[in-house]
Structures are given as C-alpha cells and as structure tokens.
C-alpha cells in the first residue's frame, strides 16, 4: 500500500495529482469554467464566479483543480496565470492590500523583475491610491507584455466583504476594477450567501455568476472512497467496501455527502478495524471534534448559546421560538441569527403560510452538539444508524438476519405451552420476510406479547422486522398493529419506534408537509424510505 495524504482541512497542499486521482461530482462545472476560460479572448465579455457551499463541501478542492489545469494545459497556461489568496489572510482590510498581495504572488510564480520592482515600491506605502494606481500598471504591463490574463481566487468572500474590507467606497472600487481591467477574472468563494452580492443596493449586486456546490449524492459518495482506495492501492479497504457497503449507505445520512467528512471516514477505517457502524460515527465525531470546538470558540458567547439550543430543537425554528428557548428578547436573537446567516453556520428558510424559520444547514456540525449535550437525542442518533443499516442490507444479509430471527424464536417457544403461538410467530416472519404478508392485524398482538419471551434487543429488532415489512408490504393496519402491541408488550420509549410512528402519522394525514418540516434531515430521510417503500408496493399492486 502506498501512502497518499489527503489534507483535510488544507487541501491545497495535497499533491493536485491526488486531488485529481479522487475527483468526483464537479467534474461538469470545472469543465464548463475552464472552457470560457479556454474561449476568452481579450475585449471579449469575462465571466466572475462565486462558488457557495458549506465548509469541507469541496469549494478550496475545486480552486485548487482549476489552478493545476490551468498549469499543465499548453493552451490555458498561454492565456492565463492562476493566484491564489490565502484562505486564511486576515491582513486584507482594503482593496489595497488585496492588490498588494496579489503583486507578491505573481512575482513569486514568474519570477518577472518587474512584478517584483512593483512590489517592493508599494509593499510600505499607505497611499491607498497610489498603491492602486501602481499595481494596476504593473498587472496591465505583464498582461501586455505576457498576452497572459489574471486568474485571481479569493476563498471566504463573505468574511472579506462583510468583515474586512467594509467601506462601500472600497467595494465600489473593487467593481469598478473587475469591470474595467479586461485581464482580470475573479473566482471567488463563500460558504453562504452574502448581502454584498444578493442586495440590490450593494455595488456587487448579481455581479459574479453563483455556483452551489451540492452535497456528494451516495453513489458519487462511494466512488469517492473507492478512488481513495485506488490511489493507495488499499486491497484491503476495497474488500471493506463490498463487504460492508450498508454501513457507508448509513453514515451517509448523518456526513450529508460531505467530501471532507468522506476522506476522514476512510482515514479511520482504513487504519483501524472497527466493530460497526455506530463505532465508525463515535471516531468520526472523536476526529472532527477539535476543529468544532476552535470553530465554537470563535463565535461570540450569545451566537453559540443559539446554536446549540438550535441543535437540540426539531429543525426549523422561528426567532420566537427560539428567543423562548434561550430566555431573551425576540428582536436580539433576530440580530444574532442574522450574524449567524452571514457567516455560514445558519440559514433561513421560508416553509408554509410563508413563515421564515432558521436551520443548521451542516448537518455533522449539528449532530455533533446533539451527541455531546444531549443522551435522548445521542441514543436516537445510534438508534437511527441502526436503523439505516438495517434497511440497507443486502438481500444475503437480510435473509441471514431472516433465519437467525426464526431460529431465535423457535430457541425461546420450545416451551409446548406456548407452542401454537410461537408457530404463529414464526410463520409471521416468514411471511414478512417474504412481502407477501396478508392482514394479519388481529395477531398482531399475540406474536408481539410471544416476543416478550426473548432477550429485549432480540425481540425489538425482530418487532423492526415486523415494522419495515409491513411498510414494504404497504399494509397500515398491520403497522398500527405492531405499534400498539410494541408499545404495550416491549417498550413504550418512542426513541425506539420513532421512523415508523411518523411516517404512520405522515401517511394517516394524508401526507401533511408539516409533519415532516419539522423533523431533521436524517429522521425525515428515515421517513422518506419507510414511505417510499409503501409507495412503491401501492403503485405495483396498483398495476
């Protein structure tokens, strides 16, 4: 196995090679920019870019590709000198600096005498427009002499706009310099959407052409990993991969296809062997904790109080309700959830009777607060893991847990006192393993008071059993049954039930939207499943 690090957290100083070895999902929107790229030529219009999406989506990953084509293409590198702004420049606070620092990096990637002379005339000079007047001959020099245009990548938009740099007259400059100097095309990037570029009275209204970045959906999630496995010639993660491919589809829904959290994941299971799946998400957490907690530390106390009262409520929340959560006035956790929405770590959301609520939009950042402040809400965390994996299981692994369920049952009733009902019992889940299940509603509550004779995990997994095939089965009095009877004969705690007693209420309602607007996103994919299987059985009987 050879070794290959991947940066998490500082992706540009992984090999681009590397980068390129385990791309997947932007493959389009990195084509189509280098493309107008490729077809620009001077006095022609020039695209601006500003690519949004939460941390570790991917946005440093895809500048850094960008850069690395522009490079190693004969045709793009002729046209084009790509300069990278540090992500984590704190010493730009006017247009000046930026300019300045821009200078610096080209004369360190050309090595041109005359870039450099530029610099270290206006490195120390407060005249912010003569340091402008400088720098800008110096750039349209090098473009006239090289033919060469400038490719500028500035990462975190929002924080320099809204934080640094927040004169109007400095940002009406910056406008004016991207309109005028025809050898200069900005990507940029934010985790959020920013007032300076959204508002119709700010200078850079509908200025750059916005890019989102999705989440990596479960397939491109597994292909990712795969590559990882790839480019370390990792034999034995890839046997990982096919043997525990149900665990990955599990995890998914708590990482969000995050890219970041993906490439950690392999970093764990491919240096450890872990027991399952609940552990592979307590390392993940263990990992990415010091980088919440620096992240936590650098909000204000009032902003931090929010969000974690935030995370341990249903999903979207309106200031009111909030406000009441945390003890304090509504028109203050106003303001304070919009510093929150600038910076990337809420979002607002409009849902019905076009009432505005607020979320989490990370959702690892989110299940992070609920696993360390909250036991409730960590055991329906594993509980839902389980949940996912279960449901993800192979058809060999699902019938594998079909016999073991009867050989348990058959263990517990040898008993001949109960030897009718546990026959019934076994009959049901050879049934419902089967999804040919008839209405067997009325003995329901025999087979589930039979349970009660096993070990409580058994007969809870095995009542799941009942659960998940009378959705695929489409039969809702069956699902009412099992429900009542489990609540009554094994245990009343709804943590244990809570998929399948929303999804039973969402299909009740008619499929009321409210229902499911107000659980978070893993509980309403949980939901999603359960109600897409019984869909899919109405529309084949239906047939």
């Not at 090679?17 to 001077?42: S, Y």
């Not at 003569?130 to 929002?158: C, P, Q, W, Y």
Request: a negative charge; one cysteine or more; hydrophobic letters at 40%.
């Amino acid at each position: 196995m050879t070794s290959h690090p991947i940066h998490s957290y500082r992706p540009q100083r992984t090999a681009p090679e590397d980068l390129e070895a385990i791309f997947v999902g932007r493959e389009h929107l990195l084509e189509e920019m280098l493309g107008r790229l490729k077809d620009w030529t001077p006095g022609a219009s020039r695209q601006h870019y500003l690519i949004i999406g939460p941390r570790g989506i991917g946005k440093t990953n895809l500048l850094t590709l960008i850069a690395h084509r522009i490079e190693r293409s004969p045709e793009l590198n002729a046209k084009w000198v790509p300069l990278a702004i540090a992500e984590d420049t704190y010493g730009i606070t006017r247009i000046s600096d930026l300019l300045i620092e821009s200078v610096r990096i080209l004369g360190d990637k050309t090595g041109e005498s005359s870039i450099r002379k530029a610099y270290d005339r206006v490195r120390f000079d407060d005249n912010d427009a003569r340091v402008t007047d400088l720098t800008l001959d110096a750039f349209r020099h090098f473009h006239k002499s090289s033919g060469r245009g400038i490719v500028l990548m500035v990462e975190n938009l929002n924080r320099l706009l809204e934080r640094q740099i927040k004169q109007k007259a400095e940002i009406h400059l910056l406008r004016k310099i991207l309109i005028e100097e025809d050898w200069l095309i900005t990507i940029c990037t934010s985790p959020t959407y920013l007032n300076a570029v959204t508002q119709p009275e700010e200078p850079l209204f509908e200025f750059f052409k916005v890019q989102l970045l999705p989440e990596l959906t479960q397939r491109e999630q597994f292909e990712m990993l795969k590559k990882r496995a790839a480019l370390e010639e990792n034999i034995a993660f890839e046997n990982y991969l096919s043997e525990f491919r149900s665990r990955l589809r599990a995890l998914y829904h708590f990482t969000g296809g995050n890219p970041r959290l993906t490439l950690m994941l392999y970093d764990l299971v491919s240096k450890q062997d872990l027991s399952g799946v609940t552990m592979e998400l307590d390392l993940l957490l263990d990992q990415i904790t010091p980088f919440y907690q620096d992240r936590m530390k650098e909000i204000p106390e009032q902003q931090a109080k929010l969000l974690e009262a935030m995370a341990l409520m249903p999903e979207g929340c309106t200031p009111t309700e909030l406000a009441e959560q945390v003890r304090m006035a509504p028109n203050q956790v106003r303001a304070l959830l919009t510093r929150l929405a600038q910076a990337g770590y809420v979002r607002a959301e409009e849902r019905q009777l076009k009432k505005t609520v607020y979320i989490i939009p990370e959702r690892f950042f989110r299940i992070w607060h609920q696993m360390n402040h909250s036991r409730e809400v960590r055991g329906r965390i594993q509980y839902l893991l389980e949940f996912f994996a279960s449901w993800y299981a192979t058809r060999e692994e699902r019938d594998h847990i079909s016999e073991q369920t009867v050989a348990l049952l058959i263990k517990a009733f040898r008993d001949e006192a109960i030897g009718v009902r546990s026959s019934a019992a076994i009959t049901t889940v050879h049934i419902v393993s089967e999804r040919s299940m008839p209405d067997l509603a009325e003995g329901i509550d025999t087979v589930i008071k039979d349970l009660a004779h096993l070990p409580y995990d058994e007969a809870v997994e095995i009542a799941r059993t009942l659960l998940r095939s009378a959705f695929r089965a489409a039969n809702l009095n069956i699902v009412r049954g099992v429900l009542g009877a489990v609540t009554s004969h094994l245990s009343s705690e709804e943590i244990l039930w809570a998929p399948y007693m929303i999804a039973a209420e969402y299909l009740q309602s008619e499929r009321d939207p409210a229902i499911l607007n107000r659980q978070h996103p893993e509980m309403r994919e949980a939901v999603q499943l359960l109600v897409d299987a019984f869909d899919n059985h109405s529309a084949e009987t239906d047939e």
